[in-house]
């Protein structure tokens, strides 16, 4: 079968011959069906038109309804009328011709002025209207010249006179070629078309009756259209033919221009929609194309598919980064198609027993359907050249898709196992460029049906080649949460394992022979067992998320303290030497940016399964629980913070009276209002930042205690280890929220001269504008707690608003972005073949793979 | 294979000299980096322009919604968010909070009490900034009453002011003008005049400016780098430019379309690319450059600033499908057949519209296997082991 291939298509607008040339049948008739549901002839539903009812014959092609495209009919309308899109493309021709001998309203020396413009009929139409301002009297024929205005979208008058579409056909056909060749018209495109004799008919195939078992119940929107038309089409016929006076046929000429204008778009400005019985709008031509349901959108970009499956994901750590555990029933029904060759021949009769084919496609495109009774008879008669479709089996690749897909990492190619149960298992590792999580995420596998495709996936899709994010190149598909954690734990100088542990963890990883035990009593340090899945020839050092902490608590931390607190990750050929595992090995240069860069792209990949088997062994023999005690302020920290609120209150109630007073210093640049509301926020973030100090030491040496991290406190651990919180969030738990903001600043007034009504009027105070003193583990007042809401509240109309405006710029990106690609020689090239950059990104670096982001071409500092 | 570029070949020079390597040590390097090199360039088929969409897309929703900063010595002039990157990216004709960053040259300014002085002059002052005019219209009389508190503040001599005022304040219309006194002037007008034309008149009057570089509402005195740097609200780089005092080479304008008027295209495309990277690391995300300079250049490359906007980018392709697909579907679909043109399908999404493979990545390859020359080939292959 050969692919032809589309070169061009041209746009142009049907002349009256052209419409009447294509035409099947000529429709004279405003009805659908007689009373046996068959198409009435010349009526709406004409045979001609094409078929949408099974049986029927076309009666100009004679196909059936399967095979007939559908073919256009017309209307002859008695009386001309405007096309209402082309209006303002005929309105210039009337502003600047006779009306008497259709000339340009231009003297002679005018006329050789405009030549020069003869390339731009846009410009010309302007300037003809400025040179003819002035003009009484035609130059021609010195007829008088009359001030033609259009009254949107389709009414013409001059002078003040009523132009109808007969009158304008008459003015614009004594309009001289040569003339309209000036606005843009040329053969193919004559201004008489845009008044119309004759229109065309669309197929019935692109506006199908809605039928339930054979009786129609509705028409579509189309054909109602249509209805009207020919109705009043045929009424102003018979009206005219009866002689009727003026004023009647000029009303239905109206109402047929109306119904012709609704034909086309039924959102005209100035003109009522057109409605159904039931009030609705009705749809008409531009209302199909436009928009985001429109076809253009709907369809035409997006399109639906075949052999694609949703469900919701779970979470699978006993499964690789790149494969994915599907249900058997997923499995089971998406098909491969597999071409039977001499090489997988007995593959397939094997399957065919296993009854793992559920169909054959014989050479002659016949199917047959594989049974239990037939299959040993279709074993045997299997030959080369055949087709199977085949379930999906383990290895299988598919591609794994989650909305909204912002970027090319939301669509990744995966390895499926079949896995018990009935939702789409993932592992966890991989879900942050999906941005997916498993509180009943939903996401869709899509199974390739070609070779082609299937290599496409394998060579460019999978997961394993996209851990470095093309945004800015750092690893974005890395451990989180428990696996931090868990890679914290391991990795401690603490953490030690007997023979019978070590030997189970080293085997789940593939490792058979136990290296020399390092600790005393023929123990095992986690170290030990975490160099096993580092390659042999790693070299890497950096600073842990611990030493940031020590240079904050301390100023600088000596070679001492990296001793005592094992906060500087050293490996030297493949063994950890010090420091631990945690959130820092994700950062950009650091282990899995190495790992993911200079090894082969399968060596992640294995790395993460590896981690999590030991990482999931250590959690479950070490264990990780938080205690409420962890969260109880301790009595001098309660203390400490009670003075502090009160220094703070008495601090701010000078900056009130001050502000009141209008004595308040003000800061450059910022007025009084300001400067208090500035002054306000940094009295109380001042506290915090003290109070939050003052825990993180306190924690710090809680932790630390006996020279060994201590397992008694979880939540700085996983802080400390950077798997899940932050600093803040113990802070707000044991210390005190502080100052609730809203946006930027404190929470603007709801009522007049106060934040809430229980507010005394006029006052200013720290209290009155959500200073909460008050933390998570106690509790806040009812009055904390209505504020704090009123941030919360903030920030939830924040999302919801910023994904609407991002998703229009992401959009609008895409659009005006998409044609670039990179040409053979690097350089940038539009659609249009315009060169955009002469080498991409002036060095020709691909953002994944360039160190850094750097460009090679500029020296950096 | 591609060469090394001269500076990456310049610098393994330096450093085997530095080393001392020999020649063979030398050309494994060179081996080595010119394969690394390879690797890293781009695959030509890539469809980087969508990348770059989606890079910049993507984080879309990380950044900040609506916060406005102004300089001030708290916060000097933060990055603002969403609202910033599409003010960018549209190409419009103005900012909505234009700033300056104007450097001065090297010790211009002796004492810091000068320098203050120098950053209230650029101030636009306009007689509306100074006072109020009251309407009697009874008497057709107006009078000019000077705000001391304001002229206090913005330093300004007070006679000179009122001086000014004076001279520049004339109307055809006014009969009578009294000399400057401590608290303002008095205009009389003819009694004829109409009222509407007083009230005109004293619109016009308001607008009038006095000193300063007009559009500079506000100037504050910032420390960057031990330097002082005057920071302003609103935006006049061709007038600033002008002043003596100040550093040409580094005065800075988050304005692009002043820039671009200014020095031209190329300062635009750099400051297109400068003011988004500055956002979104303002916000904390991260962007390769090479995506904002593939959007910047798309917005420059034929010599004026084009927006990302259904008028700008989008809108002037030469695909009618293209165009139709993104806005406004109808009046494309009209125009293009007004305008009898042709959809040649070399764009990626004509070709997705009518099923076709798009020309990027694995679809732009023409090469095809024969399998009929792979036979032969295969024949030749096996002849030639057997020889």
């Given at each position: 079968m050969s692919v032809k291939k589309i070169k061009s298509i041209e746009f142009g607008v049907l002349s009256p011959e052209v419409i009447r040339k294509m035409s099947g049948v000529e429709i004279t008739r405003a009805d659908t069906y007689d009373k046996d549901g068959y198409p009435i002839e010349r009526g709406i539903m004409d045979l001609h038109l094409g078929v949408i009812s099974p049986g029927l014959r076309c009666k100009t092609c004679g196909h059936g309804m399967r095979d007939c495209p559908g073919h256009f009919g017309h209307i002859e309308l008695t009386r001309p009328v405007m096309h209402p899109k082309f209006t303002e493309k005929i309105f210039p021709l009337l502003q600047c011709t006779c009306k008497e001998c259709g000339k340009l309203l231009l003297n002679n020396e005018n006329r050789n002025e405009l030549i020069r413009f003869s390339e731009h009929p846009d410009k010309i139409a302007k300037l003809i209207i400025d040179f003819s301002k002035t003009l009484k009297k035609c130059p021609n024929c010195n007829a008088n010249v009359s001030k033609v205005s259009l009254d949107k979208p389709t009414n013409f008058f001059a002078d003040g006179e009523r132009l109808y579409p007969s009158d304008i056909l008459d003015w614009i056909l004594r309009i001289e070629d040569q003339d309209l060749f000036l606005f843009g018209y040329s053969a193919k495109l004559?201004?008489?078309?845009?008044?119309?004799?004759v229109l065309p008919v669309p197929p019935v195939s692109i506006r199908p009756s809605l039928s339930l078992e054979n009786v129609v119940t509705a028409e579509n929107d189309l054909t109602h259209m249509l209805l009207n038309i020919v109705r009043i089409n045929n009424r102003l016929h018979e009206n005219m033919n009866a002689g009727a006076p003026q004023i009647i046929i000029e009303d239905l000429w109206d109402l047929l221009q109306y119904n012709v204008t609704t034909y086309f778009d039924n959102n005209t400005a100035g003109v009522p929609p057109a409605k159904h019985r039931s009030g609705r709008a009705l749809n008409t031509l531009a209302q199909r194309l436009k928009g985001k349901k429109g076809r253009f959108r709907y369809n035409l970009i997006g399109k639906r598919v075949n052999s694609a499956s949703r469900s919701t994901i779970s979470p699978s750590t006993d499964i690789a980064i790149d494969e994915l555990g599907i249900p058997q029933e997923v499995a089971d029904t998406l098909t491969l198609s597999e071409r039977v060759t001499s090489w997988n021949i007995s593959k397939i009769k094997e399957y065919i027993m296993q009854d793992k084919i559920k169909y054959l496609l014989t050479k002659n495109n016949r199917k047959r359907i594989v049974t239990p009774e037939n299959k040993q008879e279709i074993a045997d008669a299997l030959e080369e050249g055949i087709i199977a479709k085949r379930k999906m089996l383990d290895g299988d690749i598919v591609i794994f898709n989650r909305q909204p897909t912002l970027h090319r990492v939301s669509i990744m190619g995966h390895k499926i196992k079949i896995l018990p149960d009935k939702t789409f298992r993932l592992n966890?590792?991989?879900?942050a460029p999906y941005n997916a999580d498993f509180d009943g995420d939903e996401m869709q596998i899509h199974v390739p049906q070609s070779e082609s495709s299937v290599s496409e996936i394998k060579n460019l899709l999978m997961v394993n080649d996209h851990i470095l994010s093309m945004r800015h190149g750092k690893p974005i598909i890395t451990p989180t949460e428990d696996l931090i954690s868990g890679g914290f734990l391991l990795t401690q100088n603490t953490t030690e394992f007997s023979k019978k542990e070590a030997m189970e963890m080293l085997y789940s990883i593939g490792i058979t022979e136990l290296p020399q035990a390092d600790r005393g009593r023929g123990q095992y340090s986690g170290k030990l067992i975490f160099s096993q899945i580092l390659p042999k020839d790693l070299n890497l050092e950096y600073e842990n998320k611990m030493y940031t902490i020590i240079k904050k608590i301390k100023g600088k931390v000596t070679k001492k303290d990296i001793e005592k607190y094992d906060c500087y990750f050293k490996v030297e050929k493949g063994k950890l030497i010090s420091g631990v595992f945690d959130?820092?090995?994700?950062?950009?240069?650091n282990l899995i940016d190495v790992l993911s860069r200079h090894y082969p792209s399968n060596f992640i990949a294995e790395f993460y399964y590896k981690l999590s088997k030991l990482v999931f062994y250590t959690l479950s023999k070490k264990g990780l629980t938080i205690a409420l005690d962890e969260y109880k302020t301790p009595d001098n920290l309660k203390t400490e913070i009670d003075q502090k609120i009160k220094e703070l209150i008495t601090t701010t109630n000078g900056i009130v009276r001050k502000y009141e007073n209008k004595t308040l210093p003000l800061i450059s640049g910022k007025n009084l209002d300001e400067t208090f509301e500035l002054e306000m926020i940094s009295a109380s973030s001042q506290i915090k930042d003290y109070i939050s100090d003052q825990i993180l030491l306190l924690k710090f040496n809680e932790m630390y205690d006996d020279r060994k991290i201590s397992n008694n406190n979880t939540t700085m651990l996983s802080s400390v280890g950077g798997s899940r919180g932050k600093l803040l969030n113990v802070v707000n738990i044991i210390g005190l929220w502080g100052q609730v903001t809203v946006r930027t600043g404190r929470a603007k007034n709801g009522f007049k001269n106060r934040l809430?009504?229980?507010?005394?009027?006029?006052t200013n105070a720290l209290m009155d504008y959500g200073f909460v003193k008050n933390n998570f583990y106690n509790g806040m007042s009812p009055k904390e707690y209505f504020i704090h809401s009123i941030g919360g509240r903030q920030g939830e109309i924040d999302t919801g608003v910023s994904t609407k405006v991002s998703g229009y710029l992401y959009r609008r990106l895409s659009n005006a972005l998409k044609d670039l690609v990179v040409q053979d020689d690097l350089s940038v090239k539009s659609a249009d073949g315009q060169v955009i950059q002469f080498v991409y990104g002036d060095d020709g670096l691909s953002p994944d793979r360039a160190y850094l982001g750097k460009n090679i071409n500029f020296f950096h500092e | 294979m591609r060469e090394l570029p001269k500076n990456i070949l310049e610098r393994i020079e330096n450093y085997s000299n530095k080393k001392s390597f020999s020649d063979a040590k030398k050309k494994r390097l060179i081996d080595i980096v010119t394969k690394r090199y390879n690797e890293s360039l781009v695959t030509p088929g890539d469809a980087i322009g969508l990348i770059a969409a989606q890079s910049i897309g993507e984080p879309g929703t990380q950044l900040t919604l609506r916060t406005k900063h102004y300089a001030g010595s708290l916060e000097v002039s933060v990055g603002q968010g969403i609202q910033r990157v599409i003010e960018i990216v549209d190409g419009r004709l103005s900012s909505k909070y234009p700033s300056m960053k104007i450097y001065l040259k090297k010790d211009v300014f002796a004492t810091e009490k000068k320098l203050n002085k120098f950053a209230k002059s650029l101030i636009d002052i306009k007689v509306s900034t100074i006072g109020d005019f009251q309407e009697d219209f009874e008497n057709r009389t107006v009078s000019f009453i000077l705000n001391h508190d304001k002229l206090d503040e913005l330093d300004l001599d007070k006679e000179e002011t009122m001086t000014l005022i004076y001279d520049k304040i004339n109307d055809t219309y006014v009969s009578k003008r009294f000399t400057p006194n401590k608290n303002g002037i008095n205009f009389t007008f003819d009694k004829t005049t109409p009222l509407f034309n007083i009230r005109k008149a004293l619109l016009k009057w308001n607008k009038i400016p006095l000193f300063g570089v007009k559009n500079l509402e506000l100037t504050v005195i910032t420390e960057e780098a031990g330097e002082k740097v005057i920071s302003t609200k609103g935006s006049n780089l061709s007038e600033v430019l002008k002043i003596p005092e100040v550093d040409t080479d580094r005065t800075y304008t988050n304005d692009i379309l002043e820039i671009n008027k200014v020095f031209g295209i190329e300062a635009a495309r750099a400051s297109i690319i400068k003011e988004l990277k500055f956002t979104f690391e303002s916000n904390g995300i991260e962007i390769n450059q090479r995506h904002l300079s593939i959007l910047a250049d798309l917005m420059c490359f034929n010599g004026k600033v084009k927006g990302v906007v259904r008028t700008g980018i989008t809108g002037e392709k030469t695909s009618p499908f293209a165009r139709a697909s993104f806005e406004e579907t109808v009046k494309h679909i009209l125009s293009a057949a007004f305008d009898g043109e042709r959809e040649n399908f070399k764009g990626i999404i004509e070709n997705l519209i009518v099923g076709q493979p798009i020309l990027a990545g694995t679809g732009r390859v023409k090469l095809t296997l024969d399998p009929k020359n792979l036979k032969k080939m295969i024949k030749k292959q096996e002849g030639l082991e057997e020889n």
């Open positions: 004559r201004p008489q078309w845009f008044i119309l004799n966890p590792i991989a879900c959130e820092r090995a994700t950062s950009s240069k809430l009504s229980s507010n005394v009027l006029g | -």
